[in-house]
């Protein structure tokens, strides 16, 4: 083995495993692409993305790490979203109020 050196296996990993899917579809009204994140919370992405927002609360896109998902104008696109996990709390963005997605119990 060489120092620093990644070894994988021979299988595909498989990302978000376990998660519960949800699909939803999304149309950019806008005149120009948009791009969101992998780890944005859906709902606070660009105004010009047309969605269910309230359906969409506490989820992400389903895809890896450092990604993105690019919507071209006029152009519906259907998505596959994941819960948020973790604590669950989004600070710094659109929410309002920011903090927990969930009741604390």
């Known amino acids: 083995m060489i120092p620093g050196e990644i070894v994988f296996g021979d299988d595909d990993i498989e990302i978000n495993a376990g998660a519960t899917r949800l699909e939803l579809d999304i149309v950019n009204t806008g005149d120009r692409p948009v791009q969101v994140g992998s780890h944005v919370h859906v709902p606070q992405a660009n105004a010009a993305l047309d969605f269910d927002r309230a359906t969409a609360r506490g989820y ?5 790490a450092g990604t ?5 104008p006029g152009i519906a696109q259907r998505v596959t979203l994941v819960p948020l996990a973790g604590t669950r709390e ?16």
Request: aromatic fraction near 8%; avoid cysteine.
């Open 90 to 105: 989004v600070h710094g963005l659109t929410l309002d109020p920011p903090g927990r997605l969930d009741d604390p119990r």
């Open 60 to 64: 992400r896109f389903d895809i890896p």
């Open 68 to 72: 993105a998902i690019r919507f071209e």
